[in-house]
């Protein structure tokens, strides 16, 4: 009988606010150790939290895109445990009383539509970091007091493809809110997988927590990785110990950190320094009133009102800074499909061979739109536009002045295009009378050769007329 994998996900998302949660002090990634703490941030006694006024803000966006039940008042906890990267031995957290509850979020996995519960998601601080080196272990207390949302989702889960599917849409939901940057690479975004096995239809099984993965890929390796390591103690006669472990990316193995801790072990209670936190309908309404468009939304709107493809639609809105950058070119240049093939063919394809990620891309749309008027207007070919693009985006260039100094304006001169056409008339007499015998797919390589005489600058369409001409 076979086994069905459950899953579960514990998202931290880490907000793009100026300032930590209950102090000043920046957020800012890097910076030398332990520059960016205050007595707050360090747990020294007497000092006291103050609530940042923009985490609840991001924190009810959020809930309002994940369809969630927004608490009118919820409160903060304290959760203790003791490690070196909490000084105050304790994390400031929500379990009682969380801002959002009982929403969901769509995904699509092989064209089937699925809802995947969120049970809930939380406000709380981040701890420090713990640096390991020849010195031993060193504590960068940076970090501490970052503000964090907890997305906790029900065990709905039941592949890596539907776990990445919905990793990948509260990622963009997230990055459309403009409450998280979420890069993974940075901490900014990070995954805690809960796994168990059963026979289908049955109890669930005992679970186990994964932590340490810092990449989509990661994450499918590591399921892939618990469920077999499960379903072998299972057919051997052994049993799951409910543990938290440490996913090697470099091993593609996990190792046991440390049993998994329930919330009684935290001994869970109510923060006595932070008074609860009361949302009124008038503040609710103008979160709700201020949101923005969301990537699937850009999608559907990218299709009907622009008429490009499903597919191009969903490149485009892969990342906020790509689909302004559409939005801003289809405006200006008044040649949304153009625009649209434009970004989703060479500048993605520029993009990926220059390895520039999405939040670097910083192109000057006035220039891309010279550029879109050029070709759709017959003064460039395609081959030509192809270059000036790469000019545009490698090197910043003027498409103008590039196009006027590599003569790149477009050849439709008559007595031109028919010396060209007359000298491959000449020179592949074979291939001539292949075509006229009826072999027509060598059409194809004689107008390359006619092209390949007239240069970049070549007019393909007057070419294509005279060649068919000759031929004929």
């Known amino acids: 009988m076979k086994w069905e994998t459950v899953i579960g996900l514990e998202v931290h998302a880490e907000l793009s606010t ?52 927004i608490s009118k008042r919820c409160m903060f906890d304290r959760k203790s445990y003791y490690y070196p990267d909490l000084p105050k031995a304790y994390q400031v957290s929500q379990l009682y009383a969380p801002i959002c509850r009982d929403g969901y979020l769509t995904i699509d ?7 995947i519960r969120i049970r809930q998601i939380h406000m709380e601080e981040d701890a420090g970091k713990l640096v390991h080196g020849v010195q031993g272990s060193l504590m960068d ?136 936190v009361v949302i009124d309908d008038a503040w609710l309404a103008t979160i709700r009133e201020h949101l923005p468009e969301l990537a699937h939304e850009k999608r559907e709107r990218y299709v009907r009102d622009y008429g490009i493809s499903g597919d191009e639609a969903s490149v485009l809105t892969v990342h906020k800074n790509i689909s302004g950058l559409f939005e801003a070119l289809a405006e200006q240049s008044g040649q949304p499909v153009e625009s649209a093939h434009l970004i989703t063919g060479e500048i993605m394809r520029l993009m990926n061979a220059a390895a520039i990620p999405p939040e ?18 017959g003064k460039v070919n395609r081959s030509a536009y192809k270059e000036t693009i790469e000019a545009v985006l490698t090197h910043n260039a003027d498409p103008e002045t590039y196009i006027a100094e590599k003569g790149l ?22 291939t ?41």
Request: hydrophobic residues 35%; charged residues 25%; aromatic residues 6%.
């Open 409 to 430: 304006l477009m050849v439709s001169d008559d007595s031109a295009i028919t010396a060209a056409v007359d000298s491959v008339m000449a020179e592949q007499q074979d």
């Open 141 to 276: 207390f940076n970090r501490g007091g970052v503000p964090l949302l907890e997305i906790v989702s029900q065990p709905d889960m039941r592949s890596a493809a539907e776990v990445i599917a919905y990793l990948e849409k509260l990622r963009e939901t997230l990055m459309y809110l403009d409450i998280c940057d979420c890069k993974m690479q940075e901490g900014s975004l990070r995954a805690d997988i809960n796994i168990s096995i059963r026979r289908p239809g049955g109890e669930f099984g005992v679970r186990t927590e994964t932590k340490n993965m810092n990449s989509f890929k990661a994450i499918t390796r590591a399921i892939a990785y618990e469920t077999e390591r499960q379903i072998e103690l299972l057919e051997d006669g052994e049993q799951v110990i409910q543990e938290t472990r440490r996913w090697d990316d470099d091993k593609g193995t996990s190792t046991g950190m440390r049993s998994k801790e329930n919330a009684q072990d935290y001994r869970y209670f109510p923060d006595p320094d932070l008074l609860p």
């Open 432 to 472: 001539v009378a292949d075509y006229r015998s009826g072999k027509e797919k060598v059409f194809g390589f004689l107008m390359g050769q006619v092209m390949k005489k007239l240069g970049k600058a070549g007019n393909p369409d007057l070419a294509k007329q005279a060649l068919e001409k000759a031929l004929r």
């Open 109 to 115: 996995v092989d064209g089937q539509k699925k809802n």
């Open 18 to 69: 100026n300032t930590k949660i209950f102090c000043g002090c920046t957020t800012a990634y890097g910076g030398d150790p332990n520059t960016h703490v205050c007595p707050g941030c360090a747990g020294i006694p007497g000092t006291l939290p103050k609530l940042n006024r923009s985490v609840v803000e991001y924190a009810m966006r959020l809930g309002l895109a994940l369809n969630c039940t």
């Open 360 to 377: 670097d891309l910083s192109l000057d749309v006035s220039k891309l739109s010279t550029l879109i008027a050029f070709v759709t207007s």
